[in-house]
T-cell receptor, first 112, second 113 residues
Framework: ELKVEQNPLFLSMQEGKNYTIYCNYS?????LYWYRQDPGKSLESLFV?????AVKQEGRLMASLDTKARLSTLHITAAVHDLSATYFC????????????FGDGTTLTVKP | KAGVTQTPRYLIKTRGQQVTLSCSPI?????VSWYQQTPGQGLQFLFE???????NKGNFPGRFSGRQFSNSRSEMNVSTLELGDSALYLC????????????FGPGTRLTVL
């Protein structure tokens, strides 16, 4: 059974600081997704990582994938309050298209 | 392009009742997946439909069922509701699943009293 673990689960940061969220998964996969969820809202797709070594950046967020280590990271640079949200990573395996296994989420709070 | 839509947005039911939730995917998308989100269990996969066929199923009891119509719209049904079924139910559509990105709808918030 595929397991996806995120850490930390809660993260409180000062504005302007950098930090990294980690996502480990238990079974070989080459499809990993990062989502953002604001309170009471749905999931917003941030990044789709499809190959080993993939790196994608959008604004202050950068995601990477190491399929050999079964690890993805979401790096936050110079955090701002607007980045406060819950971030989820999710993994698909094999032919289980459209069946994502999610991590527990990392709730990020950025304080002024 | 219009996004994924879900109806209703909010529902209140009592134990033992049944409920049907609807999801309209992005135009042209043929894969619809359903997820349940609760504070205790997080986001859990329910099932996925592609071209009117259930392609994947999660570990939920048979009270949870779904279907997909020829226009790719999907419904999920929960019979004999239990208190623990209170959750945010999210549907996601993608062009064909697999390497295609999933786009999530706003969700249906179900409360079972």
């Amino acid at each position: 059974e595929l397991k996806v673990e995120q850490n930390p689960l809660f993260l409180s940061m000062q504005e302007g600081k950098n930090y990294t969220i980690y996502c480990n998964y238990s079974t070989t996969s080459d499809r990993l997704y990062w989502y953002r969820q604001d309170p009471g809202k749905s999931l917003e797709s941030l990044f789709v990582l499809l190959s080993n070594g993939a790196v994608k950046q959008e604004g202050r967020l950068m995601a990477s994938l190491d399929t050999k280590a079964r690890l993805s990271t979401l790096h936050i640079t110079a955090a701002v309050h607007d980045l406060s949200a819950t971030y989820f990573c999710a993994v698909d395996i094999g032919t289980n298209a459209g069946k994502s296994t999610f991590g527990d989420g990392t709730t990020l709070t950025v304080k002024p | 392009k219009a996004g994924v839509t879900q109806t209703p947005r909010y529902l209140i039911k009592t134990r033992g009742q049944q409920v049907t939730l609807s999801c309209s995917p992005i135009s042209g998308h043929r894969s619809v997946s359903w997820y349940q989100q609760t504070p205790g269990q997080g986001l859990q996969f329910l099932f996925e439909y592609f071209s009117e066929t259930q392609r994947n199923k999660g570990n939920f009891p048979g009270r949870f069922s779904g279907r997909q119509f020829s226009n790719s719209r999907s419904e999920m049904n929960v019979s004999t509701l239990e208190l623990g079924d209170s959750a945010l139910y999210l549907c996601a559509s993608s062009a064909s699943g697999g390497y295609n990105e999933q786009f999530f709808g706003p969700g249906t918030r179900l409360t079972v009293l």
